[in-house]
C-alpha cells in the first residue's frame, strides 16, 4: 500500500430529491439537537422515578472507511474492524491423487477401467466448505452501491481544517494490505483449482481417448479376423452342403416319380370312365330319338324293345359317375400324400446340413460374442469418462461462479490510489450517575414540508424524521455499531468521549447561537412548533 493517501470527508446532510429551499449548517445541528433534546430521558416515573440524563456532547463524529483499488475495481474496507466477513468456498478432493491413481494404471486397459469405477463418484461432492476471513472487508452490495452515490458529494480534507471527531482507523494501513493479500491469494487459490481441474479433465479425455482408440483398432482387428476364418471355411462347408442337397434333391425327385406313376395310372382310369360316359350320353339321345321315331311309325314292338335298352344305359350312368368320383377322390390323395411326401424330405433334419454347419456357426457365434463384450467395454469406458468429467464440469462450474462472487467484491470503480474517507454521523452521548448512554445519528437526506410531514405534526409523529431522512439502511446499520464498539471497548470509548467532547456542538456560546438560529429556520419551515423553540432555547441557556 502506497505511503501517500488521500482523505476525503463526506457531508452529513444534503438535500433530497424533494427540497428545493436551501439549508444551513445551523439548522443540521438545530435538528439533531432537537432530536438528540427528544430521545433525552427527563426522570419521568411515578413509583420508581429514573434518573435525569445530561447531555454530555452531541459531535459530529467521522466513521473511517478504506477504498483500495484492486483489479480495476474498489474494495470498501471498515476503518473499525466492525466488518469481518468469512468467505467461504468449497474445497476440492484430492484432485493430485486422482491423476496419479489414473496414471498409475494407464498401463493396461483393465487396470484403467478399474481405476474409473473405483472413482466413480469421487468429484460428485467437494470436500467440504472452509472459510476465510477478510478482516474489515465490506462485501454488503447496498452498502457499496449507496457509498459510492454518497462519494460524489465527497470534498478533500486539509489538514486542520475540520473541527470534527475524527475517528482514528483501527484498521491501519499493513492490516488492510494484509486483508487485501488474502483476498487475492483467495482468489489466486480458486483460479488455480480452475486450471487444476480443467488440466486433469483434459488428461482422463486424452487417457481415456487413447484407450477408445485402441479397443476400436482391436474391434475391427477382431472383426477382421473371424470374417477370415469365415470365408476359409465357407466355400468348403457351402460344398459338403451342396453335396447333401443334390442327394436330398434326388430322394426327392425318386418320391415324386413314384407319385407320379401313381397319378397317371388314375388319370388315365379317369379318361376311360369319362369316355365310356361320353359314348353311353351318345347312346341315349340316339336310342332316345329312335324311340320318337317308333312312336311316330307306331312300331310297339321296337319302341318296347328300343326302352329296354334305354333302361340298361341308364342303370350305369351312376356308376360310372361313382367312380369318375372314387377316382378325383385317389387322385386327390395320391397328390396330397406326394406333397407330404416331398416336404418332409425336404425338410427333415439332416444330421449332416447340421455337421457340416457347426464349424461356421461356432465362428460366427465367437465373433458376435467377442464383439459384443468389445462394445460393451468400450460403451462402459466412454460411459464412466463422461460421468466424471461431468462432475468435475460441475465442480469448475462452481468456482467459476464462486470467482465471479470474489471478482464483483466492491465496486466497479476505478481507483489510481488507495483513499480513507470519512463518513459523517452525529454521535450523542447522555450521562447519569449510573453511566453513559450513546446514540447515532446517521447521514441524512433534508426533506422537504409536504403533506407527509405536516400530517406527521398533526398525529403526533416527529416531523423532524421527515427533515433528517437516513439516506441510506445499509450505511446506518455500519455507523450504528460504533454504539456496540463504545461500549465494547473502553479503550475506544475513551478515545471516542475526548473526541467528541472536543467536538461538542454544544461548547461554546457562538455553536449556541448557531444552533438558535438554526432552530428559528426551521421554526420558520413549520418543523417545530413556538412552544418547543422557547422549550429547546431554555436547555441551551
Not at 147 to 165: F, N, P, V
Not at 250 to 274: M, P
Request: hydrophobic share 35%; charged share 35%.
Amino acid at each position: 500500500m502506497s505511503k501517500r493517501i488521500k482523505k476525503f470527508i463526506l457531508p452529513f446532510a444534503v438535500a433530497g430529491k424533494e427540497r428545493f429551499k436551501p439549508f444551513t449548517k445551523e439548522m443540521e445541528m438545530a435538528a439533531v439537537f432537537y432530536l438528540a433534546e427528544r430521545d433525552r430521558k427527563k426522570g419521568e416515573g411515578r413509583v420508581l422515578k429514573k434518573p435525569e440524563e445530561n447531555l454530555a456532547f452531541i459531535a459530529e463524529t467521522c466513521y473511517p472507511l478504506w477504498l483500495i483499488p484492486w483489479r480495476g475495481r474498489t474494495l470498501i474496507f471498515d476503518g473499525l474492524e466492525f466488518t469481518n466477513p468469512s468467505i467461504s468456498y468449497d474445497a476440492l478432493p484430492d484432485v493430485k491423487a486422482f491423476e496419479n491413481d489414473v496414471q498409475a494404471s494407464s498401463k493396461s486397459r483393465e487396470a484403467y477401467v478399474a481405476a474409473l469405477s473405483q472413482h466413480a463418484s469421487y468429484f460428485q461432492n467437494f470436500a467440504g466448505k472452509e472459510g476465510k476471513t477478510i478482516e474489515g472487508l465490506i462485501t454488503n452490495p447496498n452498502f457499496t452501491k449507496d457509498l459510492i452515490d454518497y462519494l460524489q458529494d465527497a470534498e478533500s480534507i486539509r489538514k486542520g481544517a475540520t473541527t470534527k471527531a475524527i475517528l482514528s482507523p483501527l484498521l491501519d494501513k499493513s492490516e488492510v494490505s494484509a486483508s487485501l493479500d488474502k483476498l487475492s491469494e483467495l482468489r489466486g487459490t480458486t483460479e488455480k483449482e480452475i486450471k487444476t481441474l480443467s488440466r486433469t479433465m483434459k488428461l482422463l479425455s486424452k487417457e481415456t481417448r487413447e484407450r477408445v482408440k485402441a479397443l476400436r483398432a482391436e474391434m475391427k482387428e477382431t472383426l477382421k479376423e473371424f470374417d477370415q476364418r469365415i470365408k476359409k471355411l465357407k466355400p468348403e462347408v457351402m460344398k459338403k452342403i451342396k453335396k447333401i442337397q443334390e442327394s436330398r434333391d434326388e430322394e426327392v425327385t425318386r418320391i415324386s416319380k413314384n407319385y407320379d406313376r401313381k397319378l397317371r395310372a388314375l388319370h388315365q382310369n379317369r379318361v376311360r370312365t369319362e369316355r365310356t360316359l361320353e359314348r353311353l350320353s351318345t347312346d341315349i339321345e340316339r336310342i332316345e330319338a329312335d324311340i320318337k321315331g317308333c312312336r311316330e311309325s307306331k312300331d310297339e314292338a321296337g319302341e318296347f324293345q328300343l326302352a329296354q335298352q334305354l333302361d340298361e344305359i341308364k342303370k350305369k350312368l351312376p356308376v360310372l359317375d361313382k367312380e369318375i368320383k372314387e377316382i378325383d377322390r385317389e387322385i386327390a390323395d395320391v397328390e396330397d400324400a406326394k406333397k407330404i411326401k416331398v416336404s418332409r424330405a425336404r425338410t427333415k433334419p439332416d444330421d449332416r446340413v447340421e455337421e457340416a454347419m457347426k464349424a461356421l456357426r461356432d465362428i460366427e457365434a465367437a465373433k458376435e460374442s467377442r464383439t459384443r463384450l468389445e462394445q460393451q467395454e468400450l460403451a462402459d469406458l466412454e460411459e464412466k469418462t463422461s460421468s466424471i468429467i461431468k462432475q468435475m464440469d460441475a465442480m469448475i462450474k462452481a468456482k467459476e461462479a464462486a470467482l465471479n462472487e470474489i471478482d464483483s467484491i466492491g465496486a466497479p470503480e476505478r481507483r489510481r490510489k488507495n483513499a480513507l474517507v470519512y463518513l459523517p454521523v452525529y454521535f450523542v452521548c447522555y450521562e447519569t450517575e449510573v453511566g453513559k448512554r450513546y446514540v447515532v445519528h446517521p447521514p441524512s437526506y433534508v426533506g422537504s414540508m409536504g403533506i407527509k410531514a405536516k400530517l406527521k405534526g398533526v398525529f403526533g409523529a416527529g416531523k423532524m424524521k421527515s427533515f433528517l431522512q437516513s439516506r441510506s439502511p445499509a450505511i446506518a446499520t455500519l455507523v450504528d455499531r460504533l454504539v456496540d464498539l463504545t461500549e465494547e471497548n473502553p479503550v475506544f470509548e475513551k478515545e471516542i468521549i475526548e473526541a467528541g467532547t472536543k467536538a461538542n456542538i454544544l461548547r461554546t456560546t457562538e455553536l449556541q447561537v448557531g444552533i438558535k438560529k438554526g432552530l428559528a429556520e426551521l421554526q420558520n419551515e413549520g418543523w417545530i412548533s413556538e412552544n418547543e423553540l422557547q422549550t429547546l432555547n431554555k436547555e441551551l441557556v
